[in-house]
């Protein structure tokens, strides 16, 4: 109907009253709204494609990272830490993605902080498949929702991992 409001603006305009009774400051120059392509805490959005990832312009920049990081002949633990935490903003779009850094964690690890050491060849072809799959490291608001929900735990100790099934309004939810 002419003039109805959608539920998304009413829990902003809502938002945006409490953040103003409480005299929370904002930044009006950040802010948007109805806007169809826009990027919020380093994730782009594109309401067309549906696209819910980092900019392809960084995926570029960290793919280059990577490589001048695999032509290296020694690498430190700090300087690993620092490419594969990275990884990990444009992999939480796409988490099954994380499964490439197995070996490269638990090297990573191992290593003395005040020693470089050369990759080894897991560790290298890890860091390959994480530069090749850049492109893919993405979400899409346009997907089905699943009524599975699940959850892990891949700590180096141990892991665990549970999964079950709810009803389609609290998986939407």
């Known amino acids: 109907k ?5 539920r998304d603006e009413t829990i902003i305009a809502n938002s945006r009253a409490q953040y103003a ?38 995926l570029c920049q960290l793919g280059r990272v990577i490589l001048e990081v695999l032509k290296l002949p020694r690498v430190s633990k700090k300087m690993l830490q620092q490419v594969t935490g990275l990884l990990i903003h444009p992999f ?17 690890e191992t290593l003395d902080d005040k020693i470089s050491k ?29 009524n599975r929900i699940g959850c892990s735990d891949a ?8 999964a079950a099934w709810t009803t389609t309004p609290l998986a939407q939810t």
């Open 118 to 146: 050369p990759l080894p060849p897991a560790v290298r072809e890890e860091l390959i498949w994480c530069t090749l799959v850049l492109p893919v490291a993405e979400a899409n608001i346009r997907w089905e929702i699943s």
């Open 21 to 58: 009774k409480h005299g929370i400051p904002t930044s009006a120059s950040q802010a948007f709204e109805k806007s169809e392509n826009f990027v919020a805490w380093g994730t782009e959005v594109n309401s067309a494609s549906g696209r819910v990832g980092a900019p392809l312009k960084k």
């Open 2 to 6: 002419k003039g109805e409001k959608f």
């Open 155 to 162: 700590s180096l100790s141990g892991g665990g991992r549970a």
């Open 92 to 108: 939480m779009h796409r988490r099954s993605l994380m499964c490439l850094l197995q070996e490269t964690f638990t090297w990573v």
